[in-house]
Nanobody, 125 residues
Framework: QVQLVESGGGLVQAGGSLRLSCAASGGSFIRYAMGWFRHSPEKGREFLAAISGVGASTTYADSVKGRFTISRSNAENTLYLQMNTLKPEDTAVYYC??????????????????WGQGTQVTVSS
């Protein structure tokens, strides 16, 4: 069983940056691919980015490509999402998720078995 705890959310002005963290425990972190999603009332749950277990492969949604960067520290059992040039439409609850598919970069909700509780990101205009 993997436990995930997000942190780093908050209120930021448009054009600003935030870095989200996701601390993992309860499993061998390198054996899980990891992903970031967000949920808003307007768009529902939206895939953002994913990274393979060893960090060699990443993939991004078009909506965040070039602005967001996913990374991981397997030594610290932590996943990151660096978010730059934030826009009001990035306002959402952000979730990290873990998948047993360590060799791939899954993008579908159903491919992830464990989820964090979420952290709120609010971008003001």
């Amino acid at each position: 069983q993997v436990q995930l705890v997000e942190s780093g959310g908050g209120l930021v002005q448009a054009g600003g940056s935030l870095r989200l963290s996701c601390a993992a425990s309860g499993g061998s972190f390198i054996r899980y691919a990891m992903g970031w999603f967000r949920h808003s009332p307007e768009k529902g749950r939206e895939f953002l980015a994913a990274i393979s277990g060893v960090g060699a492969s990443t993939t991004y949604a078009d909506s965040v490509k070039g602005r967001f960067t996913i990374s991981r520290s397997n030594a610290e059992n932590t996943l990151y999402l660096q978010m730059n040039t934030l826009k009001p439409e990035d306002t959402a609850v952000y979730y990290c998720a873990a998948s047993r598919r360590a060799l791939s970069v899954p993008i579908q909700v159903l491919e992830f078995e464990w989820w964090g509780q979420g952290t709120q990101v609010t971008v003001s205009s």
